[in-house]
């Protein structure tokens, strides 16, 4: 049992004692749990001894910080499963479960783990019952009879850092809160990007049949016409027959341009031979262009890939090649396709002017940033190596699969 100088807590704490009361009666302690303000630090004291209770929880109470009172081992317990405290006053010397077997009951459980523990003990207490303390989880050890001013310092010490640790913990949940925010917010963004995608893909692929088969058929049926309309002119009608050649390389302009604008659109090589055989038509026709020497290395077997992914490097092999005719001033470029540990691996380098880490990195980059998009919504990764004045190297890793 805690012999406290009760005389001494009390003519301490006198001030907060109503006027009138008798204060060299005993005082029956108040109800064991009070309402706690928002957010107040808890601090649990346990005795056997209802007027050291009664004392320490005058001595304690203050604005900010309430007292839980419990008269056993097994009550602070309890009291443990519903709050959390600043710290925890425990008198060593109780009936039933002492303080030292309360201690190491409280370090048992993950939640109170980390509270301070501060041992209550008579001047009469050896060495080995101290040590015998700190081992059970104590923190500190005060001699009775208490000094208050003492005890009220190190108690506010506890206080202080319980608050500080609170509002710590709650800038991380907030801060953890707005991340996982934040990350759903660019994770919706990316899907709705990657549907758009999708759906433009789908736009393009539709118009360009569109232009191949209606206005690609009606050019060839006017062709026909106009050769049955040739074949009919008489002989002597040269500046007919002239007309109908002019109007023959019309038509076949024309039909030039719709095949490029159909391929622009979605070239058939990429649905009907493969992403390989697509990298191959897109670097020929960048080099005619151009004038960019393009040299291309594609595997020998075939690549298996699925149209969502093949869409996705071939649009991202176009962009490259756009950024270098723009930008590069390269009069070079190398392209190798190639299958690498369960992925698709596509490195274009460029002797070209280089790019800075920099102008790589920026927001205002957004074909950078659409190539990156494409590739992470499959699982895939860009990294770009440049170089002021040797080149730029664009190396694309897909996954051949679902990711």
């Known amino acids: 049992m805690m012999d406290l100088n009760l005389g001494q807590l009390v003519a301490f704490t006198a001030p907060l004692a109503p006027a009138g009361r008798d204060m060299t009666r005993p005082v029956r302690p108040r109800s064991r749990e009070p309402v706690a303000a928002p957010d107040a630090a808890k601090i649990l004291v346990v005795d056997d001894d209802s007027r050291s209770l009664t004392a320490m929880r005058a001595l304690l109470e203050a604005?900010?910080?309430?007292?839980?009172?419990?008269?056993?081992?097994?009550?602070?317990?309890?009291?443990?499963?519903?709050?959390?405290?600043a710290v925890i006053l425990l008198d060593a010397r109780m009936p039933g479960l002492d303080g030292f077997e309360t201690a190491r009951l409280i370090r048992q459980r993950q939640k109170s783990r980390q509270t301070p523990i501060i041992f209550l003990t008579g001047a009469y207490e050896d060495v080995s019952s101290m040590f015998r303390g700190y081992e059970a989880g104590a923190v500190?050890?005060?001699?009775k009879p208490l000094v208050p001013?003492?005890?009220?310092?190190?108690?506010?010490?506890?206080?202080?850092?319980?608050?500080?640790?609170?509002?710590?913990?709650?800038?991380?949940?907030?801060?953890?809160?707005?991340?996982?925010?934040?990350?759903?917010?660019?994770?919706?963004?990316?899907?709705?990007?990657?549907?758009?995608?999708?759906v433009r893909e789908e736009e393009r692929t539709r118009i360009a049949r569109e232009i191949h088969d209606e206005l690609g058929q009606s050019l060839t049926g006017l062709k026909m016409d106009l050769t049955w309309l040739t074949s009919r002119l008489p002989g002597n009608q040269k500046q007919l027959i002239e007309k109908t050649e002019s109007i023959f390389g019309l038509i076949d302009e024309t039909i030039r341009s719709v095949r490029r604008i159909a391929s622009g659109l979605r070239p058939e090589v990429l649905d009907q031979l493969g992403i390989a055989a697509a990298i191959g038509w897109q670097a020929k026709d960048f080099q005619k262009r151009t004038g960019i020497r393009c040299k291309v290395g594609l595997p020998r077997d075939a690549l298996a890939l699925e149209q969502e992914r093949a869409t996705a490097v071939f649009r991202i092999f176009q962009e490259v090649l756009t950024n270098v005719a723009r930008h590069a001033n390269a009069t070079k470029v190398v392209?190798?396709?190639?299958?690498?540990?369960?992925?698709?691996?596509?490195?274009?380098?460029?002797?070209?002017?280089?790019?800075?880490?920099?102008?790589?990195?920026?927001?205002?980059s957004l074909g950078l940033l659409g190539m990156r998009e494409r590739a992470a919504a499959l699982g895939g990764k860009i990294t770009i190596d440049g170089e002021r004045g040797r080149g730029t190297r664009v190396m694309v890793s897909i996954p051949l699969g679902p990711a």
């Open 335 to 364: 392209v190798d396709l190639r299958r690498e540990d369960g992925e698709l691996a596509l490195e274009v380098a460029d002797n070209g002017k280089g790019f800075v880490h920099a102008e790589i990195d920026s927001s205002k």
């Open 149 to 198: 001013e003492v005890l009220k310092s190190k108690i506010s010490v506890f206080v202080e850092l319980y608050n500080k640790n609170a509002v710590l913990t709650r800038e991380i949940a907030e801060r953890r809160l707005a991340e996982e925010h934040l990350r759903e917010s660019e994770e919706n963004l990316r899907a709705l990007a990657a549907h758009l995608e999708s």
């Open 140 to 143: 500190d050890y005060i001699v």
């Open 63 to 85: 604005p900010g910080q309430n007292v839980v009172l419990a008269d056993s081992g097994e009550e602070a317990l309890r009291a443990l499963l519903k709050d959390d405290f």
